[in-house]
């Protein structure tokens, strides 16, 4: 099970957009996806139409009460894609947590004990827009990181400390942890400034940059009211295709196939099953009908027989 976390300390760079939508499109690639919406404002358990006010089992009650992750799981309107929602409570999971000792490695212990992590392929952490203890949770359980990233100067700004914190949780409690890739999202490349960064982008991250882009695309901005993903709202907009291609890099990267080994044995015929040959054959071979009477060859001559004789 691959344990991705996206994160950015920046608010409004994408992040919860790019959770959902490359869970989604791993989900429709075959893979089995849980996403945990680690942020208060819970913007990504309204994206995949939950009511966070409605919720009475959240990520709250795995990190304050260790609570199961087995009792959390919810389906979605997406096949092969689940979810562990969040609430306004987890604002107040800081304070609680202050003097607990062991605090950062809660979410990874949880996900250690969760009986189902073998049928999972991913696991998706929606961090939220600081750098806090519900980050480092996510760090510490995560194997990959990807950064969404605005194509704007202030989200230059942030890149350093963020960068420090990945680095310091590899050096002390996730030497496993590696930078994935940055994202860009909300590209507009019709205006200088979004070159311009990507070019700054492109000189610190060197190949971490991905190749994707994410353009803006007002279809990604209506999804999240409508509670679906952009390939349920609007698969033939920029937003699908912006992402399809994004989750097709992206297992690219860490090296997994571009669809699931078991989608993939889905769909296979299956042995005893007609193939488009044999159904060939079938089509051009003579017709015997049910009651036809057998021809019996002439007594005593074989078919070569008959043909000799008739050749001479």
Do not use: W
């Given at each position: 099970?691959?344990?991705?976390?996206?994160?950015?300390?920046?608010?409004?760079?994408g992040?919860t957009?790019?959770?959902?939508n490359?869970?989604?499109?791993?989900?429709r690639?075959?893979?089995?996806?849980?996403?945990?919406?680690?942020?208060?404002?819970?913007?990504?358990?309204?994206?995949?139409?939950?009511?966070?006010?409605l919720e009475?089992?959240?990520?709250?009650?795995?990190?304050?009460e260790?609570?199961?992750l087995?009792?959390?799981?919810?389906?979605t309107?997406?096949?092969?894609l689940?979810?562990?929602?969040?609430?306004t409570?987890?604002?107040?999971?800081?304070q609680?947590?202050?003097?607990?000792?062991?605090?950062?490695?809660?979410?990874?212990?949880?996900l250690?004990?969760?009986?189902?992590?073998?049928d999972?392929?991913?696991?998706?952490?929606?961090?939220?827009?600081s750098?806090?203890?519900?980050?480092?949770?996510?760090?510490?359980?995560?194997?990959?990181v990807?950064?969404?990233?605005?194509?704007?100067?202030?989200?230059?700004?942030?890149m350093?400390?963020?960068?420090?914190?990945?680095?310091?949780?590899?050096?002390?409690?996730?030497?496993?942890?590696?930078?994935?890739c940055?994202l860009?999202?909300?590209?507009?490349?019709r205006?200088?400034?979004?070159?311009?960064?990507?070019?700054?982008?492109?000189?610190h991250?060197?190949?971490?940059?991905a190749?994707?882009?994410?353009?803006?695309?007002?279809?990604?901005?209506?999804?999240?009211?409508?509670?679906?993903?952009i390939?349920e709202?609007?698969?033939d907009?920029?937003?699908?295709?912006?992402?399809?291609?994004?989750?097709?890099?992206?297992?690219?990267?860490?090296?997994?196939?571009a669809q699931?080994?078991?989608?993939?044995?889905?769909e296979?015929?299956?042995?005893?099953?007609?193939?488009?040959?044999?159904?060939?054959?079938?089509?051009?071979?003579p017709?015997v009908?049910?009651?036809?009477?057998?021809v019996?060859?002439?007594?005593?001559?074989?078919?070569?027989?008959?043909?000799?004789s008739?050749?001479g």
């Amino acid at each position: 099970m691959k344990r991705i976390a996206v994160i950015n300390q920046k608010g409004g760079v994408g992040k919860t957009t790019t959770t959902v939508n490359l869970g989604a499109g791993l989900a429709r690639r075959g893979y089995k996806v849980l996403l945990l919406d680690m942020d208060p404002q819970a913007n990504l358990t309204v994206h995949v139409d939950k009511r966070p006010d409605l919720e009475s089992n959240t990520l709250t009650n795995l990190l304050v009460e260790d609570v199961p992750l087995k009792d959390l799981v919810q389906p979605t309107t997406t096949a092969n894609l689940f979810v562990v929602p969040s609430d306004t409570s987890l604002a107040g999971v800081e304070q609680v947590l202050a003097n607990r000792i062991g605090r950062e490695t809660i979410l990874r212990e949880a996900l250690e004990a969760f009986p189902a992590a073998k049928d999972f392929d991913f696991v998706l952490f929606d961090c939220p827009p600081s750098l806090g203890v519900l980050s480092a949770n996510a760090l510490v359980a995560a194997d990959h990181v990807v950064i969404p990233m605005q194509a704007e100067y202030l989200s230059l700004q942030g890149m350093a400390k963020l960068l420090e914190v990945i680095q310091l949780v590899q050096k002390r409690l996730n030497p496993q942890l590696q930078i994935a890739c940055v994202l860009p999202c909300m590209l507009d490349s019709r205006t200088n400034l979004s070159t311009e960064v990507l070019r700054e982008i492109d000189a610190h991250f060197g190949s971490m940059l991905a190749k994707s882009r994410i353009r803006n695309n007002v279809k990604l901005a209506e999804a999240p009211s409508f509670g679906r993903s952009i390939f349920e709202h609007a698969p033939d907009s920029n937003g699908a295709r912006d992402y399809e291609a994004f989750a097709g890099e992206f297992l690219g990267m860490i090296g997994m196939p571009a669809q699931s080994p078991r989608a993939a044995v889905a769909e296979a015929p299956a042995a005893d099953s007609p193939t488009a040959d044999s159904q060939a054959a079938d089509a051009t071979a003579p017709t015997v009908p049910p009651n036809a009477t057998p021809v019996a060859e002439p007594h005593g001559e074989t078919p070569g027989a008959q043909e000799a004789s008739a050749s001479g």
